[in-house]
């Protein structure tokens, strides 16, 4: 059997004992793993050099051995992430719904965790350890899937989390770390129905596409964000501008900040160019549909697939719109569903942009930015979902659980 | 453009109207529906017929054709479902959680339609109208493509509900139904992200694999059901024959009917001969495990393959096994997390199957025939999901929905 299907299979077989552990068991092992990690930091950052080492030697951006590099500091804080993730409440065996019917069946819905959960990511080993507490604080075993790049770190870590767990209720062989870092270990988890419950893809669009596109077991798609902020005629200038800068540039790599200003005419007629002068100081590159360059003379002209483009930089579309209509079928049409906002003081403005956008989360005068689990108070997430089903936006730890039906009878039969 | 693609995207633009209305514009738009199919009955059955006469043509089997063939009876029947529908509680707008953050953002989700639903099922023109009116009454869109076998009848009865439709708030362009019989228009609605939220298979097990194994669209999987019985060692005698031959043979045809039965050997050794002879009298074929054989010497012989087959119909595997923790593993091995029963009198061993049998439905002490959403009073499902992400078990209205987070500031940014 191969490498995948053995390790999921031990990773099924441990998901029956972790469903039947109480929340204090799960919680008192996940504190052993945190102080087996800080214990271990010094094999773990031994680790994480031979990885740095092999990515300077691939030639390996500095940005991303930085995403790589673990040291004191950081294993503390992951470490500290795990702690944050035993303080949050357990949503297995929670009572969802009671149905008493007239034949006297007693229905019961509870909460129960999902199973084996597949996680496929790039090269951050801190994603090993959050998905490590997340999954297991749910009572669902992992099989996790990282990139090639940190496997000497991943595989220290997985080491050290066994070594822990296996003095606690969890059996270690909940976790499962694929080392096989072949293409091919991620197409195999992919069909892996039967073994896996579901897959969660977390890393850049290339690598999620590849899971949407490809995989016959359920997927939480954790998406892509074209986010964007629309300025209405009345709205506030000075917000206006706190907040398109804050949805740009607080943060622009990741996928809640804002991609394209959109902004009604008659309040880019006073307004644009000084909002304009506070991005350029911001050192953002704006691109601008026409009636835009005619107020902001050195921005660059806007393309179709500009709009379309999630920069995840220092750039920024801005369109002239002459109605909040068409501001919400440019939204329609180019938005990823994510995170949209609308900054007015026309109430019936804001009802119709927070009703009629189809995004997993809407705002009426704040930033995009917040759509985040810890600023949701969630606490950790396991990502952020664009798709519809099951769980849309910020995934706190109920998104890593189903339900079951518990019934009651006493001899009923169907007539 | 194809026919799928064009018919999905007039889905997508109704989609959007009807996410905006009320309760009661969509209740009276279904109302209409239901008069139309009633005054349109004659002109259903005579399209119905031409089915019916390519059928025989085609030497389609007897009982295929039942399920195809529509009277004066059926039709008033499905307009009736589509009443009952009306009578539902309407889950779109229901606020399903409120956050106050200290920063003082205040979050509301809101469950909100999914979007365009994607149904692919088989001959019954029943599904057409249930699927219509499930999805409309929740916001949705829907594409249907039906099995070629029953496409006049279905073509009619679109063209009825298109009718009906035009004069109310419901948009007609909010129901496609795809005409190419071609199995290629299957498969690009299973590739159509970004036009269809969801795709829904209701069809048997070739069907149903066919969509979990080439979608890229999110799947609702309802799947097939290995159900299973087991008599424990304490099992009151007369409840288990009443339990286990009701779910056998009240409707051996469907999902939740049970296909082995697991007994207890102390309870095997005093009643199985018995019950063999009531499932015998019930015209059941049985197929036994060795220790069955020897207390039902006329039996057949199981094999590993039977166990791992939905029968839905006149035969049963019988299996006798020496402890709880058999039965278990037995479930765990060849059921598909459909619905399981326990009959028992020993409440801890009731307690430890209810939980650790890992199935959509967990029984005590009743038939395993319940899992429905009638008989769970959800009204009218649009199937049995064995999936466990999003729905789990009989999906109600709230399945065919999702939700959003409204997120209302007052110039918030992030830190």
Redesign the interface.
């Known amino acids: 059997m191969s490498e995948v299907k053995t390790k999921a299979e031990l990773a099924g077989s441990a998901a029956?004992i972790l469903?039947?552990l109480t929340t204090e068991q799960k919680n008192e092992a996940l504190l052993i793993v945190a102080e087996a990690l800080i214990a271990g930091a010094s094999a773990i950052i031994e680790a994480n050099q031979e990885d740095l080492e092999r990515g300077r030697k691939n030639g390996t951006p500095e940005s991303l051995l930085d995403r790589l590099a673990l040291d004191n500091g950081r294993i503390a804080g992951i470490a500290e992430g795990l702690r944050q993730i035993v303080h949050l409440p357990d949503p297995v065996g929670e009572t969802l719904e009671t149905?008493e019917?007239p034949n006297g069946?007693h229905?019961i819905k509870k909460r129960?965790p999902?199973?084996v959960i597949g996680i496929i990511y790039e090269a951050r080993p801190n994603v090993t350890v959050d998905a490590v507490g997340l999954c297991l604080k749910t009572g669902n075993s992992v099989v996790l899937r990282g990139g090639s790049a940190a496997l000497s770190s991943n595989r220290k870590i997985v080491e050290l989390i066994h070594l822990a767990l296996s003095g606690t209720s969890i059996p270690p062989e909940a976790v499962q770390l694929i080392e096989d870092a072949d293409r091919s270990s991620v197409d195999e988890m992919l069909k892996l129905?039967g073994y896996l419950?579901?897959v969660i893809p977390r890393g850049g669009s290339s690598l999620i596409q590849n899971v949407?596109?490809n995989a016959?077991v359920?997927?939480?798609?954790t998406g892509a964000g074209i986010c964007h902020t629309y300025l209405d005629a009345t709205a506030?200038p000075q917000?206006s501008k706190?907040?398109s800068?804050?949805a740009k540039v607080?943060r622009p790599s990741v996928c809640n900040s804002m991609e394209t200003l959109l902004v009604h005419e008659s309040f880019a007629s006073v307004y644009l160019s000084e909002l304009a002068e506070a991005f350029k100081e911001a050192k953002v590159e704006l691109r601008g549909c026409p009636l835009t360059l005619q107020l902001v003379p050195w921005a660059k002209a806007a393309t179709e697939q500009d709009y379309a483009t999630e920069y995840n930089d220092y750039i920024l579309n801005v369109k002239v719109v002459p109605h909040l209509d068409d501001a919400l079928a440019h939204i329609?049409k180019f938005g990823t569903k994510h995170s949209e906002c609308i900054v007015t003081d026309n109430d019936e403005n804001a009802v119709r942009f927070?009703?009629?956008v189809?995004?997993?989360?809407?705002?009426?005068?704040?930033?995009t930015?917040?759509?985040d689990g810890f600023?949701?108070?969630f606490g950790a997430e396991i990502g952020i979902s664009t798709?519809?089903?099951?769980a849309?936006?910020p995934m706190g730890l109920p998104a890593l659980t189903?339900?079951?039906?518990?019934?009651?009878?006493?001899?009923?039969?169907?007539q």
């Open positions: 029956v469903n039947q149905l019917r069946l229905i129960v999902l199973g129905n419950d579901v949407v596109q016959t359920p997927v939480i798609e506030d917000m706190e907040i800068l804050n607080q329609a927070l009703n009629e189809d995004a997993a989360a809407v705002y009426h005068n704040a930033s930015r917040f759509t600023e949701f108070g798709q519809k089903l099951h849309r936006g189903s339900s079951k039906y518990i019934i009651h009878g006493s001899g009923q039969i169907r």
